[in-house]
């Protein structure tokens, strides 16, 4: 079973799913009173958490410098003391915060502040170097984009990144940053069983990019865990307080269509034995030999279920085909491949 696979052009070899890490920064708000966060964590719980994902042969983590206001970044840190050379760490620049107030401030995508960002960053994971430092601004115009490209590259030449990438669910944004730089190495975007973005694959597949999955279950939709759930999420939770872009909850439980077609997948991504979780990241596996799946991990037994997936390997072809034939009819129009 391949349980390894390739960071695009960069040649790092990573876990074929890694641990997606804005769960463990905590609470991080707008100043309009949105939450940006998943709610209260107990960071000893998170170290033991990135601890189980490392037992069970996770070497990707990512982050970004904003989660949690830094938060995140400083957890993982503290769990990968005395292990830095054993794994490969993702972090992102692109949107402001204070670390004392838990704000967000706004959004920054000049060549300084990506330099600023980055020293930022380091400090807090408590490393020299980050493996993949990736804009975090998904609809920042393409030449605004470019003109961080030339700074990126020194960065590599320093020593102080491997790679970089965008997180941008715009296949043409992806196409044209990948085109400019030697060392773009991957496109972070929304992807799963639910919104698959045949698109971006594509660039991926022509311009050797790792496809990295946020979202690879739908915010927790695919877990199950919220279906016929009587309790809201609470209100420091993103999910509890859906902002326009977050269209699998609507106000703190699952939105209702989205909740009827993980049932109509449920029998096919669990035909083999696995979890619902398990399918919906096997599925991904078997999308692409360039997807490489990011599920957020918060508790130990959420990272035991997740990443049992790597053993699992990708999702058998005959119900690959059969969740394919059912999302031909329930995906919505232009959506999908």
Same mark, same amino acid.
């Given at each position: 079973?391949?349980?390894?696979?390739?960071?695009?052009?960069?040649?790092?070899?990573?876990?074929?799913?890694?641990?997606?890490?804005?769960?463990?920064?905590?609470?991080?708000?707008?100043?309009?009173?949105?939450?940006?966060?998943?709610?209260?964590?107990?960071?000893?719980?998170?170290?033991?958490?990135?601890?189980?994902?490392?037992?069970?042969?996770?070497?990707?983590?990512?982050?970004?410098?904003?989660?949690?206001?830094?938060?995140?970044?400083?957890?993982? @840190?503290?769990?990968?003391?005395?292990?830095?050379?054993?794994?490969?760490?993702?972090?992102?620049?692109?949107?402001?915060?204070?670390?004392?107030?838990?704000?967000?401030?706004?959004?920054?995508?000049?060549?300084?502040?990506?330099?600023?960002?980055?020293?930022?960053?380091?400090?807090?994971? @408590?490393?020299?170097?980050?493996?993949?430092?990736?804009?975090?601004?998904?609809?920042?115009?393409?030449?605004?984009?470019?003109?961080? =490209?030339?700074?990126?590259?020194?960065? =590599?030449?320093?020593?102080?990144?491997?790679?970089?990438?965008?997180?941008?669910?715009?296949?043409?944004?992806?196409?044209?940053?990948?085109?400019?730089?030697?060392?773009?190495?991957?496109?972070?975007?929304?992807?799963?069983?639910?919104?698959?973005?045949?698109?971006?694959?594509?660039?991926?597949?022509?311009?050797?990019?790792?496809?990295?999955?946020?979202?690879?279950?739908?915010? @927790?939709?695919?877990?199950?865990?919220?279906?016929?759930?009587?309790?809201?999420?609470?209100?420091?939770?993103?999910?509890?307080?859906?902002?326009?872009?977050?269209?699998?909850?609507?106000?703190?439980?699952?939105?209702?269509?989205?909740?009827?077609?993980?049932?109509?997948?449920?029998?096919?991504?669990?035909?083999?034995?696995?979890?619902?979780?398990?399918?919906?990241?096997?599925?991904?596996?078997?999308?692409?030999?360039?997807?490489?799946?990011?599920?957020?991990?918060?508790?130990?037994?959420?990272?035991?279920?997740?990443?049992?997936?790597?053993?699992?390997?990708?999702?058998?072809?005959?119900?690959?085909?059969?969740?394919?034939?059912?999302?031909?009819?329930?995906?919505?129009? @232009? =959506?999908?491949?």
């Amino acid at each position: 079973m391949t349980t390894t696979r390739t960071l695009g052009r960069s040649g790092i070899e990573v876990s074929a799913i890694g641990m997606g890490c804005w769960a463990i920064g905590g609470p991080l708000w707008g100043d309009d009173g949105q939450p940006y966060g998943w709610g209260e964590v107990d960071d000893d719980e998170s170290i033991r958490t990135v601890h189980r994902a490392l037992d069970l042969g996770v070497t990707l983590f990512d982050t970004a410098s904003n989660y949690g206001a830094g938060h995140s970044e400083r957890v993982l @840190g503290r769990a990968l003391a005395g292990r830095r050379d054993e794994v490969v760490i993702a972090t992102k620049f692109g949107n402001r915060s204070d670390e004392a107030t838990r704000l967000a401030t706004g959004t920054d995508a000049s060549p300084a502040y990506a330099v600023e960002s980055l020293e930022g960053s380091l400090r807090r994971l @408590g490393t020299d170097h980050v493996d993949l430092y990736q804009l975090h601004l998904n609809d920042l115009p393409v030449p605004a984009a470019l003109d961080l =490209v030339d700074t990126l590259e020194g960065l =590599v030449a320093q020593g102080k990144i491997r790679a970089y990438g965008w997180s941008t669910d715009n296949p043409a944004s992806a196409r044209a940053f990948a085109e400019a730089g030697a060392h773009c190495s991957a496109i972070q975007h929304d992807q799963s069983v639910l919104k698959d973005n045949a698109a971006m694959l594509t660039v991926c597949a022509e311009l050797d990019q790792a496809s990295l999955n946020r979202g690879p279950l739908a915010m @927790g939709l695919l877990t199950g865990r919220y279906q016929g759930s009587p309790a809201a999420l609470g209100g420091d939770d993103v999910r509890g307080k859906a902002p326009e872009w977050l269209a699998w909850f609507t106000d703190g439980r699952p939105t209702p269509q989205w909740a009827a077609r993980v049932a109509e997948v449920r029998q096919a991504l669990t035909a083999d034995g696995r979890t619902l979780a398990q399918g919906a990241l096997g599925w991904l596996l078997a999308r692409s030999d360039r997807t490489l799946p990011i599920p957020g991990c918060r508790t130990v037994a959420q990272a035991e279920e997740n990443f049992a997936t790597l053993a699992l390997g990708p999702l058998p072809a005959d119900a690959f085909a059969e969740v394919e034939r059912l999302l031909a009819d329930l995906r919505p129009a @232009g =959506v999908g491949g």
